[in-house]
């Protein structure tokens, strides 16, 4: 390996946090067996049936995983994805201990509203259970905490998954920024949105609780200002704003009569100024992030390409990132390595450490809204 080639492989591994080599070809002697719990969230149709959000493919069809049981109450919502995706009756379950008992998952899988996440966790980490679950991992910070010690107590493994831990363009960008390509950051805008859960068809049950403030917060600020959060969490090595300044409008009051769907955050940090834009109202969907440093930028146009110009360059250039290599490629293979200390989970995305971070922002950004004022950090515990 040549020395440079040493040098960008340390880089990755500071951005990501792990602590030892992992490669593709590596996996545990056994699938990891994994159950659901809740089929009420729309992305457990990615991970049944393979897609954007679960890049190495559906849980029914690998070799690494096997689904072992499901969790939902409503049997009607149970049957309709059972027919869908031909799933055997003998899967579901009625309670998380029901689950347990009889089949033995290592992991749980959350598909549930956010509001159910801290009694989601106190009962896997009182049965010895790790938990990924579709983001954010919390409403409010005093949640958030309660699920860090539920998780120390029962010696789990908590993990978050966005979409948007999976993209290389997303990796690239970071890689350049810690290889010092970019300079020092100064400033970053992340966007992320599409024009509302309702145009684009999302199933009436996820619609149901996403626009209900009591399960899901307030609307596009949960649902789509915690990726910004999440992404500067990892970028700043964990390091969290100094204030949270939040606007929020509802701008189509006649279709979102609870939550708003429209929000502005900054982030102000010691040395970094941070836009978070999340909408239900853009033309099209997008999830991207501009970063700054002080001798270049680099600008992620999608999942895998971006614009990058340093300031000694007449123009930018399009580049592509690199194929991520596992477990960093997918949100199933990085569970099963952290499960198994193959990796640690550092300040990565995923990982409960910084999420607790990504709650407080999420936090301080709903009072600041709802005070019309800056929020100043820490809050209070």
Same mark, same amino acid.
């Given at each position: 390996?040549?020395?440079?080639?040493?040098?960008?492989?340390?880089?990755?591994? &500071?951005?990501?946090?792990? %602590? /030892?080599? +992992?490669?593709?070809? @590596?996996?545990?002697?056994?699938? !990891?067996?994994? *159950?659901?719990?809740?089929?009420?969230?729309?992305?457990?149709?990615?991970?049944?049936?393979?897609?954007?959000?679960?890049?190495?493919?559906?849980?029914?069809?690998?070799?690494?995983?096997?689904?072992?049981?499901?969790?939902?109450?409503?049997?009607?919502?149970?049957?309709?994805?059972?027919?869908?995706?031909?799933?055997?009756?003998?899967?579901?379950?009625?309670?998380?201990?029901?689950?347990?008992?009889?089949?033995?998952?290592?992991?749980?899988?959350?598909?549930?509203?956010?509001?159910?996440?801290?009694?989601?966790?106190?009962?896997?980490?009182?049965?010895?259970?790790?938990?990924?679950?579709?983001?954010?991992?919390?409403?409010?910070?005093?949640?958030?905490?309660?699920?860090?010690?539920?998780?120390?107590?029962?010696?789990?493994?908590? &993990?978050?998954?966005?979409? %948007? /831990?999976? +993209?290389?363009?997303? @990796?690239?960008?970071?890689?350049? !920024?810690?290889? *010092?390509?970019?300079?020092?950051?100064?400033?970053?805008?992340?966007?992320?949105?599409?024009?509302?859960?309702?145009?684009?068809?999302?199933?009436?049950?996820?619609?149901?609780?996403?626009?209900?403030?009591?399960?899901?917060?307030?609307?596009?600020?949960?649902?789509?200002?915690?990726?910004?959060?999440?992404?500067?969490?990892?970028?700043?090595?964990?390091?969290?704003?100094?204030?949270?300044?939040?606007?929020?409008?509802?701008?189509?009051?006649?279709?979102?009569?609870?939550?708003?769907?429209?929000?502005?955050?900054?982030?102000?940090?010691?040395?970094?100024?941070?836009?978070?834009?999340?909408?239900?109202?853009?033309?099209?969907?997008?999830?991207?992030?501009?970063?700054?440093?002080?001798?270049?930028?680099?600008?992620?146009?999608?999942?895998?390409?971006?614009?990058?110009?340093?300031?000694?360059?007449?123009?930018?250039?399009?580049?592509?990132?690199?194929?991520?290599?596992?477990?960093?490629?997918?949100?199933?293979?990085?569970?099963?390595?952290?499960?198994?200390?193959?990796?640690?989970?550092?300040?990565?995305?995923?990982?409960?450490?910084?999420?607790?971070?990504?709650?407080?922002?999420?936090?301080?950004?709903?009072?600041?809204?709802?005070?019309?004022?800056?929020?100043?950090?820490?809050?209070?515990?």
């Amino acid at each position: 390996m040549s020395e440079m080639k040493r040098i960008l492989a340390f880089f990755f591994c &500071l951005i990501i946090g792990c %602590t /030892s080599s +992992y490669s593709a070809t @590596t996996s545990p002697a056994a699938p !990891l067996r994994v *159950g659901i719990i809740g089929l009420s969230h729309d992305h457990i149709g990615s991970f049944l049936s393979g897609g954007v959000l679960v890049p190495a493919g559906s849980i029914l069809n690998r070799a690494d995983v096997q689904l072992v049981g499901i969790v939902e109450p409503d049997e009607k919502l149970f049957n309709l994805y059972a027919q869908r995706f031909h799933i055997l009756p003998s899967l579901h379950y009625l309670t998380i201990q029901e689950m347990v008992s009889h089949a033995h998952p290592q992991a749980a899988l959350v598909f549930t509203p956010p509001s159910e996440h801290r009694r989601v966790v106190e009962t896997c980490a009182a049965l010895g259970v790790h938990v990924l679950m579709e983001k954010p991992l919390a409403l409010t910070y005093a949640d958030a905490l309660a699920i860090q010690r539920a998780a120390f107590k029962g010696h789990i493994h908590v &993990l978050v998954d966005y979409e %948007t /831990s999976w +993209y290389p363009s997303n @990796t690239e960008a970071i890689s350049l !920024l810690k290889q *010092g390509e970019l300079g020092d950051i100064v400033k970053a805008v992340v966007r992320d949105g599409h024009s509302g859960p309702k145009a684009i068809g999302v199933s009436p049950t996820f619609l149901s609780w996403l626009t209900d403030p009591k399960q899901d917060g307030d609307g596009a600020l949960t649902d789509f200002g915690c990726y910004g959060p999440d992404l500067m969490t990892w970028i700043m090595n964990g390091e969290a704003p100094q204030s949270v300044t939040a606007v929020t409008k509802r701008m189509q009051p006649e279709v979102y009569s609870n939550v708003d769907d429209e929000a502005e955050i900054i982030l102000n940090y010691r040395n970094a100024v941070v836009i978070v834009q999340a909408s239900w109202n853009w033309p099209v969907s997008m999830k991207q992030m501009d970063m700054y440093g002080r001798t270049g930028y680099a600008k992620t146009i999608d999942s895998s390409r971006l614009e990058v110009r340093r300031a000694n360059e007449p123009d930018a250039k399009i580049t592509v990132g690199q194929p991520l290599e596992a477990p960093y490629d997918d949100p199933l293979h990085y569970l099963s390595a952290v499960i198994n200390g193959e990796i640690q989970e550092g300040n990565s995305m995923s990982s409960l450490k910084t999420n607790i971070t990504v709650t407080e922002i999420l936090d301080a950004a709903w009072q600041s809204a709802q005070k019309e004022k800056t929020i100043d950090f820490p809050l209070a515990r």
